[in-house]
Nanobody
Framework: QVALVASGGGLVQAGGSLRLSCVVS????????VGWFRQAPGKEREFVAA????????FYADSVKGRFTTLRFNAKNTVYLQMNSLIPEDTAVYYC??????????????????WGQGTQVTVSS
């Protein structure tokens, strides 16, 4: 079993930055994939980014490519989502999720069996 706890959300002006954290506990292996998703009011939950736990390879949704980076430092159990050049359309509840194997290109919520609670990100114009 894997448990995830997301934090770091808040209110920021357009053009600003935020860094979200996702602490992963439990059994993790190099094949694990940690993903980030977001859900805006009245919209479906959508894929944002994914990272392979062992190789650190990453994949991003087109809407955030070049602005968001997901990373992990020094083999720690925390995955970050660094969000730069934020725009109001980035406003959403952000979730981290994990699955135990598979590639980083799977973007469906059903591909991820483990979820953390969400953290609210609000970008003001």
């Amino acid at each position: 079993q894997v448990a995830l706890v997301a934090s770091g959300g808040g209110l920021v002006q357009a053009g600003g930055s935020l860094r979200l954290s996702c602490v992963v506990s439990g059994r993790t292996f190099s094949t694990y994939v940690v993903g980030w998703f977001r859900q805006a009011p009245g919209k479906e939950r959508e894929f944002v980014a994914a990272m392979n736990w062992g190789t650190l390879n990453t994949f991003y949704a087109d809407s955030v490519k070049g602005r968001f980076t997901t990373l992990r430092f020094n083999a720690k159990n925390t995955v970050y989502l660094q969000m730069n050049s934020l725009i109001p359309e980035d406003t959403a509840v952000y979730y981290c999720a994990a699955r135990s194997f598979g590639d980083i290109y799977r973007t469906l919520t059903s591909d991820y069996p483990y979820w953390g609670q969400g953290t609210q990100v609000t970008v003001s114009s």
